[in-house]
């Protein structure tokens, strides 16, 4: 008997990007997706970066010494 509720559409498998990983299977709309994707991740990553800054600002000037 069929699932009724089984999708049996395949899945399209999440690109990740390991570093240093062998890129010569990918094709070149591959490698520009990664490098979409990798330059996000740099964004996302600064903006913690940020966030974090200007919560250790906010406690260093709540615990300066007056």
Do not use: N, T
Request: aromatic fraction near 4%; avoid cysteine.
């Amino acid at each position: 008997m069929v699932d009724p509720f089984l999708d049996e559409r395949p899945l399209k498998a999440k690109l990740s990007h390991d570093i240093g990983q062998d890129l010569a299977s990918l094709s070149i709309d591959e490698l520009y997706e990664r490098i979409e994707q990798l330059k996000a991740e740099a964004i996302r990553l600064q903006a913690e970066i940020e966030r974090k800054q200007a919560v250790k600002s906010a406690a260093a000037d709540i615990f300066k010494a007056r």
